[in-house]
Nanobody
């Protein structure tokens, strides 16, 4: 059973910084893309940033220049450094990964989600 566990959320004042971490555990053959999504109250879940196994990154326009995604392939971890936080960044942040796992005699690519971590930015 593969799991993603996020940490690092909390309450911060506008202009401040937080660093989110996400650790993948279980029997993992390979992890392809990893990413962070967020869902604010009353809104749909949206992509914040993602990173592939080669380190190529993609960001939502709303966070470009403020957030940085990175990963440690040896530790099966992904991070999100969030700077210059705004009230509009308040949301539950979810870690996401495309993980290759063994299913019986086959290898399958599965999309895994973490349980989410709350980030609250006070204005």
């Amino acid at each position: 059973q593969v799991q993603l566990v996020e940490s690092g959320g909390g309450l911060v004042q506008a202009g401040g910084s937080l660093r989110l971490s996400c650790a993948a555990s279980g029997t993992i053959l390979r992890i392809d893309a990893m990413g962070w999504y967020r869902q604010a109250s009353g809104k749909q879940r949206e992509l914040v940033a993602d990173i592939n196994s080669d380190g190529n990154t993609n960001y939502a326009d709303s966070v470009k220049g403020r957030f940085t995604i990175s990963r440690d392939n040896a530790k099966n971890m992904v991070y999100l450094q969030m700077n210059s936080l705004k009230h509009d960044d308040t949301a539950v942040y979810y870690c996401n990964a495309d993980v290759m796992v063994s299913v019986g005699l086959s290898d399958r690519l599965r999309e895994i989600w973490g349980q989410g971590t709350l980030v609250t930015v006070s204005s």
